[in-house]
């Protein structure tokens, strides 16, 4: 039946964007370990996942933009960057550098506000990784009430890496503010990539629309936090 | 250990078959997928499920769907449970999907799309298989993109995760993907049927043939915003809808849901015929609100709707693949804008077709008993006249022709005649070969 070789209409489908924004951990401590190389390993490897994420659905256009944080926080990425297109710039930790969370949060509430946001795009995604605890504590919490008197704060879907024994869960439960989403830990450098592919899979399955938040949590973020305790479920009590 | 790994080994509890684990392929929210080779060196697809508290229902449903044969070939159907000697929990073989199948939405965003005959080609395969498994009063319940593949250059399609395939009966399992559930699913008012499977089909099909969903138009779109005061949750949205108050994009009486101006649905839109949009149109008008059989699309409408669709595409003298419209005379080119030349068409008992390379007489054109895959005919080319065609005997009968003109002749099997205004004789049935 193929016969008819003849010009056909050209491809494309419409889509909602999804904003995706890193925060990331750039302070001295990052330097521990090679914690901070290891994160830019793990970036790199989640960027294929979410290609393939995007490739398969029809809902979303993933744009990634990523903030660092150290003794103040900057743009590393500002202009969206379309997922396939993605070039991350490693990231290197700041000597000595503090840990300005809260300037990080302010940035995006300011990058996700009504006036600057896209109306049509899905709810943003705030992944934020850390080993430490904010250094500028008024600032989290002001970055926090920002947050969360947006639209799209409030909705976004937000998720948070901690890196080591150091980091402080409850700041970063805090910012997840959902009783059902925990802090996904890395215990040690290895893990980091593990976590973060947990955290993209969780993003995937949660940006689908009307998709339970809990049930997600349940099916992939509980099994990643809890791997360890699983792993000796064989054993006879 | 919550997987195997690869290098270790599962074995069929049926027929303690071992499988060897090869690599890991994917993760999803149920479990892990590794591809595997027996002895034999088949591959095979095995999937393992994450420990859950479901578990012990999804032991049940495989082995409910094991002692099933797979319905039509499209489906990769649960062949055997695996155990594995150390690690607890279970998991599944099913045939290993080849890698010329990939996502439809794959396939819809690239910039090159596959012909019409193979978008056709891969709907009337989707009816088929679906068809089977409902005659035997199973239904799916999980239609989406992630579960339907194709295979862009054959039409060929393979339909997987099959587990979640039940009687309707079986108020079990999940209720879908969300953009692919029947509205009274959403609602809640339903659970899973093979009603619900309909709308679902329907939504896939009209992403195959016009790149976008049915109901997202003007009217969703203007509720997306971010601003303060403004803004509704994602659930509420669709609840209302995908749900409460679904509106088709393209409803005859009810213009505030036209796709939004970028969307490529009013470039695809345009293209088909009048006939085969009236079927998106039940599908997306009393099929949305009146959930039933009768109301919704079967699959036979559908098979019967595409076999129609593809004896009516033809070759516009720009080059364009387009549809022939007995409804519009006078239907521009999407391409070129001009209004096509005459094409020959043909009138059998079954309706009338136009004939362009590619296009296959069958029984059903000339006794309508839907036997579409005997070939009587085909038409190709003509090998030395440009832009003109022959029909190829393929039968095995001699047709009896009488061109236009011309003597009365005969063409044998096999052999080809150059299409011009005539009457042809299959046996006792007549037909017409006119030019527009």
């Known amino acids: 039946m193929n016969d008819l070789n003849s010009l056909m209409p050209g491809g494309g489908i419409s889509r909602r964007s999804l904003h995706f924004f ?41 744009f990634v933009r990523a903030i660092a944080f150290a003794d103040q926080a900057w743009w590393h990425i500002e202009s969206p960057q379309p ?71 409030k909705a976004a879907i937000r998720l948070a890496v901690a890196i080591g024994q150091g980091a402080n869960v409850s700041y970063l439960n805090r910012f997840i503010n959902d009783p059902d989403i925990p802090v996904l830990i890395a215990e040690n450098v290895d893990q980091i990539a593990v ?27 509980l099994p990643a936090v809890n791997s360890f305790i699983q792993a000796d479920d064989d054993t006879i009590v | 250990m919550l997987y195997p790994s690869v290098g270790d080994e599962v074995k069929m509890r049926r027929t303690d078959t071992v499988i060897k684990i090869e690599s890991r392929v994917a993760e999803g929210g149920q479990g892990v997928v590794f591809r595997g080779v027996d002895s034999g060196g088949h591959d095979l697809a095995v999937k393992w499920y994450r420990k859950n508290k479901y578990l012990e229902r999804q032991y049940n449903q495989i082995e409910y769907l094991t002692s099933y044969s797979r319905p039509h070939p499209s489906f990769a159907w649960p062949i055997d449970i695996v155990n594995h000697p150390t690690i607890v929990g279970f998991g599944y073989t099913m045939e290993w999907v080849e890698a010329r199948f990939v996502s439809l939405v794959e396939v819809l965003k690239k910039k090159v799309q596959p012909n019409f005959r193979t978008l056709i080609l891969i709907g009337i395969e989707l009816n088929e298989a679906f068809s089977a498994l409902h005659s035997r009063g199973l239904c799916y319940r999980d239609i989406n993109f992630g579960n339907l593949l194709v295979d862009p250059y054959r039409g060929d399609v393979s339909i997987v995760d099959n587990d979640n395939i039940g009687s309707e009966s079986s108020r079990q399992g999940i209720k879908g993907t969300l953009r692919f559930m029947a509205p009274e699913l959403i609602v809640g008012s339903s659970a899973p049927s093979i009603v619900t499977d309909l709308y679902s089909l329907a939504v896939f099909l009209f992403y195959l043939f016009m790149h976008g969903h049915p109901l997202e138009g003007q009217k969703v779109n203007a509720s997306y ?58 599908a997306f008008t009393t099929g949305l609100k009146e959930p039933s059989l009768m109301k919704r699309v079967t699959e036979t409408q559908w098979r019967s709707a595409l076999y129609q669709l593809n ?33 020959p068409i043909m009138e059998v008992p079954s309706g009338t077709c136009v004939l362009s390379p590619g296009f296959k007489l069958t029984r059903h054109h000339l006794f309508k008993d839907f036997d579409y895959k005997d070939s009587i005919g085909s038409v190709e080319p003509h090998p ?53």
């Open chain 2, 384 to 436: 030395n006249i440009t832009g003109e065609l022959v029909f190829r005997n393929t039968s095995n009968i001699s047709w009896i022709i009488e061109p236009v003109g011309e003597g009365v002749k005969e063409v044998k099997p096999g052999q080809r005649m150059q299409v011009r205004p005539m009457k042809i004789h299959f046996d006792k049935i007549a037909t017409t070969i006119l030019n527009t």
């Open chain 1, 22 to 62: 890193i925060l990331a951990d750039c302070s001295g401590s990052m330097k521990v370990d090679g914690r901070i190389q290891s994160l830019n390993y793990a970036i790199a490897s989640i960027a294929p996942t979410l290609i393939n994420w995007e490739k398969e659905q029809e809902q979303a256009q993933i």
């Open chain 2, 311 to 343: 004896d009516q595409l033809f070759s516009c003298s720009c080059g364009a693949a387009v549809f022939k419209d007995f409804d519009i005379p006078n239907k521009r080119c999407w391409n070129c804008s001009g209004t096509s030349l005459s094409v």
């Open chain 1, 83 to 153: 997922i396939e297109l993605l070039n991350w710039v490693p990231l290197t930790h700041v000597e000595k550098g503090l840990t300005s969370m809260g300037a990080a949060i302010r940035m995006v509430a300011d990058a996700i506000s009504p006036e600057k946001f896209e109306p049509r795009s899905l709810r943003p995604v705030i992944l934020l990784i850390t080993d430490g605890k904010p250094t500028d504590v008024e600032e989290f919490e002001i970055g926090l009430r920002e947050l969360f008197s947006l639209p799209a704060g």
């Open chain 2, 225 to 282: 915003t971010w601003d303060k005061g403004q803004e509704q949750s994602e659930t509420v949205k669709v609840t209302h809808f995908f749900g409460r108050d679904p509106l088709f994009v393209y409803d005859p009486s009810d213009a505030s849901n036209r796709p939004e101006y970028d969307s490529p649905v009013l470039r695809w839109w345009d293209i088909y015929p009048e006939f085969f949009k009236g079927v998106f149109v039940k």
């Open chain 1, 195 to 221: 976590k973060l592919t947990a955290a993209t899979l969780a993003i995937s399955k949660m940006s689908s629309i009307g998709s339970d938040r809990k049930q997600v949590t349940e099916q992939i973020i």
